[in-house]
T-cell receptor, first 116, second 111 residues
Framework: GAVVSQHPSRVICKSGTSVKIECRSL??????MFWYRQFPKKSLMLMAT?????????EQGVEKDKFLINHASLTLSTLTVTSAHPEDSSFYIC????????????FGPGTRLTVL | GENVEQHPSTLSVQEGDSAVIKCTYS??????FPWYKQELGKRPQLIID?????GEKKDQRIAVTLNKTAKHFSLHITETQPEDSAVYFC??????????FGQGTELSVKP
């Protein structure tokens, strides 16, 4: 159990367009999901905490108007990169907790975004 | 906020040898410390975790130790195998689920 999926696995888009990435918990309900960004050969950087039914909490330095997060249901959170530019190219990974009382996070397979 | 430092950044060992990766954290309120293994282009996989009320935890060839006083924790892999080659990340959490990751250690196990 505890499977998290992401879609798409990779996307290439033109500069100025918007891209939506979906994160789903397949076999459990996740009231909280997290979005990370990872550069090549680098660590995971937490971007924001996504709470079902409420606004996301963004980490310092992350533009909330650029990275729109929606957590409309207990199994789905979406990250939309608006007006993407080449510097937004990265590996985006989501994770989910099984429940509020647990610490363990399960990660999605990641989405490779390339902005031309 | 919390800061996690991880060393070494790269580690090369011979098959069968042990590997040790160390992390330090800054916030004494942190109480959960997971370790993740990430292969190239793949998702991080939880390999072991420890909570602040425990000093050591072992799972077959993998063990984690925690020293709360010194605010550091370590991953120990014994009898390493080539399939252990990957990038390993430590992380710390104060609860609420938010994980702060270390910089990662690229482990190479040579046959």
């Amino acid at each position: 159990g505890a499977v998290v999926s992401q879609h798409p696995s990779r996307v290439i888009c033109k500069s100025g367009t918007s891209v939506k990435i979906e994160c789903r918990s397949l076999d459990f309900q996740a009231t909280t999901m997290f979005w990370y960004r990872q550069f090549p050969k680098k660590s995971l950087m937490l971007m924001a905490t996504s709470n079902e039914g409420s606004k996301a909490t963004y980490e310092q330095g992350v533009e909330k108007d650029k990275f729109l997060i929606n957590h409309a249901s207990l199994t789905l959170s979406t990250l939309t990169v608006t007006s993407a530019h080449p510097e937004d190219s990265s590996f985006y990974i989501c994770s989910a907790r099984r429940g509020e009382g647990t610490d363990t996070q399960y990660f999605g397979p990641g989405t490779r975004l390339t902005v031309l | 906020g919390e800061n996690v430092e991880q060393h070494p950044s790269t580690l090369s060992v011979q098959e069968g040898d042990s590997a040790v990766i160390k992390c330090t954290y800054s916030d004494s309120a942190s109480n959960y410390f997971p370790w993740y293994k990430q292969e190239l282009g793949k998702r991080p996989q939880l390999i072991i975790d420890i909570r602040s009320n425990v000093g050591e935890k072992k799972d077959q060839r993998i063990a984690v130790t925690l020293n709360k006083t010194a605010k550091h924790f370590s991953l120990h892999i014994t009898e390493t195998q080539p399939e252990d080659s990957a990038v390993y990340f430590c992380a710390a959490s104060m609860g609420g689920g938010k994980l702060i990751f270390g910089q990662g250690t690229e482990l190479s196990v040579k046959p």
